[in-house]
């Protein structure tokens, strides 16, 4: 490799870095994942014309037919599909590391048929060859099932079944000795094979287990491994971009399950293993027949017109019906009416983690009224209305004491402490937990049912009138 190729190679790292640290705040974030854009466009330009694998003219036809590609992607995706094309993307990932790995082994067995082998591969390549074929394969096949799941392609209740987690590790353990088997006598090449098809099985059957609602934390998880899969590929090919990309992705992966998993207060084992998230189904499980204080939005708007501050909890409800818009036109209003208004966002409200900045930011909400639930939790109680968008676990108060609900010892936003409490949403079904809200039933708290976007619209309706 050239000086000119290596130094490409450091602004491409530098690139990564960068932009994952501008990621960290909804300000920067757009700039971030330009420059990660960048660094990745630096590195691909870079690999292929140092390497003389293609020559310019395929270079930019690839960029032309992936960017459109990628734009028809972004143009299309409705945001709340966000979670589940994140997760295809990551197993495009895992997959390419395993064929380019396998592409490496072919090359360097010295027979392309594979029938002897004349190589000569050192012991960490002939490992990293066997990581990257098992995680990559893994990665892949998980990835699918976790977003066919989100996607509702296929049911999102956990199938569980005896034995689980014994049979996962016995096929672990399988692909682990065939791949000693591999390392000891590289010829082997039918070992790889199987070691791809028990991952595959691997993938099928560590996921199918899972709830649908957790989806969000797996494909997290398939994220690291998908940059663990591209760093070992990394390893066998001797390509530094690629060892530091794909361990920048396998880190912040990991720590992005690890923020998850906190935040429902839930532990990784509990999410892989506990089989949690029923699919709901409303017509089956009556909500409870209790009484729930019922407001219209005219009632609604004279409310919010003679509060002082206003806190508005967003939750997946926004998302599903796109309320973003109406909801900062309301901001807009109460804000020139002189009223204190902000945004408290649970750290895992809606389905993916930053779910509500993206919408918000989509509908130029600003930055600074967007507050995280450590901010504003203990303004709630000097606060005269919280009013609650399609967000239902978040500020269930059962979380503090319910010792049997699954939400028990998540944190949620505190709007009970609120004077009053509105609620928008269509029905007194439960949320993504299936556990039944004791807030509905509080006696400072008015339900206003009906989609979100055509409440908030009506609202401002009456407030501009
Ligand atoms: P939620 O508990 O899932 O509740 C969302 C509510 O929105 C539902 O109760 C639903 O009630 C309402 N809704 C749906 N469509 C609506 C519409 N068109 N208009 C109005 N309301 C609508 O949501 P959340 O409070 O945001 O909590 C998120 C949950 O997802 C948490 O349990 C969290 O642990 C879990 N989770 C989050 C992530 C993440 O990364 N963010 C990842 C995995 C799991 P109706 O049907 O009655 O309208």
Known sequence: MNVISALSYLVASVCFIVGLKML????????????????????????????????????LGGLLVGSAIGMWFALRIKMTAMPQLVGVLN?????ASALVAFAEYMRISGDADLTVWTGDARLDVL??????????????VGSMIASAKLHGIMRGAPILYPLQKQINAVILLGAIVLGVFFVLDPSLWYALIIIAGLAAILGVTSVIPIGGADMPVVISLMNSYSGL??????FVLSNNVLIISGTLVGAS???????????????????????VGV????????AEQRSV????????????????????????????AQAQHALQELVNILTQRGMQVRYAIHPVAGRMPGHMNVLLAEANAPYDILLEMDQINDD????????????NDVVNPSARHKKDSPLYGMPILNVDYARTVMVCKRSLNPGFAGEDNELFYNDKTMMVFGDAKDTVTKIVQLMKN
Do not use: H, W
Request: proline residues 4%; aromatic residues 6%; charged residues 10%.
């Open 24 to 59: 960290s705040s909804p300000k920067t974030a757009r700039r971030g994942n330009g420059f990660a854009s960048l660094g990745m466009l630096i590195a691909i330009v870079v690999t292929l014309t140092d390497q003389k694998i293609l020559d310019f003219t395929f270079v």
């Open 91 to 95: 197993g495009f990932g895992g997959g």
């Open 127 to 140: 490992i990293t060859l066997v990581l990257s074929v098992l995680i990559g394969t893994l990665t892949i």
């Open 229 to 234: 899969a591209g760093a070992m590929t990394g």
């Open 253 to 275: 992966g990991l720590i992005l399950t690890n923020i998850m998993c906190k935040a429902m207060n839930r532990s990784l084992a509990n999410v892989l293993f506990a089989g």
């Open 279 to 286: 699919d709901y189904d409303p017509s089956s499980q009556p």
């Open 293 to 320: 204080i019922r407001y219209t939005p005219q009632d609604a708007a004279t409310i919010l017109e003679s509060a002082q501050s206003v806190v508005i909890v967003p939750g997946y409800g926004l998302a599903v």
């Open 380 to 391: 709630f109680q000097n606060t005269d209305v919280a009013l609650v968008i399609g967000a």
